[in-house]
């Protein structure tokens, strides 16, 4: 079954802190990888993607990474800020024939920035 | 200057009723999609469209019916509304219909069903 599992749920850090936040994927087979934040009552935004031939990717404090043999991806936030509060999803893209967008998201990982 | 555009932000409505959500994107996008997130914030796909052809449709009841009038449009249209049904509605937008193009998400709309 094709599953997205992120952890952890949710995290508590410090302003200036860094953190990692994990992604484990079973989508076979693979196309790319992406990481979105949503902001309370807010949609989803692109943070990054990567595909297959891609071990890491960054955007601003955000850096991503992807190991595509183990199936796990993390994404890095540097100094944390408290707009940096969000939900962070993981999101897989299965490839394969029959086109259209086969995409698994994750349950995302609920980060608080605190003071 | 906005991407993605849902109209209403809020809905709520009695069960049995029947609603539409409407989507339009000026993005000159030719792919578009509907999502429903759960109470858990769970995001699930229900349809997509590339140049007004339905390209994926899930596991969605026939309630449910989509509608693209032309590419910069994507409506969605809910009979005999369920308490289920109950959610945020996200409509998004990509360029191509492969699934390495970045997705633009509109604002959502939250939906109760009472």
């Known amino acids: 079954k094709n599953q997205v599992e992120q952890s952890p749920q949710s995290l508590i850090i410090l302003e200036g802190k860094n953190c990692t936040l994990q992604c484990n994927y079973t989508v076979s087979p693979f196309s790319n990888l992406r990481w979105y934040k949503q902001d309370t009552g807010r949609g989803p935004v692109s943070l990054t993607i990567?595909?297959?031939?891609?071990n890491t990717k960054s955007n601003g404090r955000y850096t991503a990474t992807l190991d595509a043999d183990t199936k796990q991806s993390s994404l890095h936030i540097t100094a944390s800020q408290l707009s940096d509060s969000a939900s962070y999803i993981c999101v897989v893209s299965r490839g394969g024939t029959g086109g259209g967008n086969k995409l698994t998201f994750g349950t995302g990982t609920q980060l608080k920035v605190e003071l | 200057d906005t991407a993605v555009s849902q109209t209403p932000k809020y809905l709520v409505t009695q069960m049995g009723n029947d609603k539409s959500i409407k989507c339009e994107q000026n993005l000159g996008h030719d792919t578009m999609y509907w999502y429903k997130q759960d109470s858990k914030k769970f995001l699930k796909i229900m349809f997509s469209y590339n140049n007004k052809e339905l390209i994926i449709n899930e596991t969605v009841p026939n309630r449910f019916s989509p509608k693209s009038p032309d590419k910069a449009h994507l409506n969605l249209h809910i009979n005999s509304l369920e308490l289920g049904d109950s959610a945020v509605y996200f409509c998004?937008?990509?360029?191509?219909?492969?699934?390495?193009?970045?997705?633009?998400f509109g604002p959502g709309t939250r939906l109760l069903v009472l």
């Open positions: 990567m595909t297959f031939s891609e």
């Open positions: 998004a937008s990509s360029q191509g219909r492969s699934g390495s193009t970045t997705q633009y």
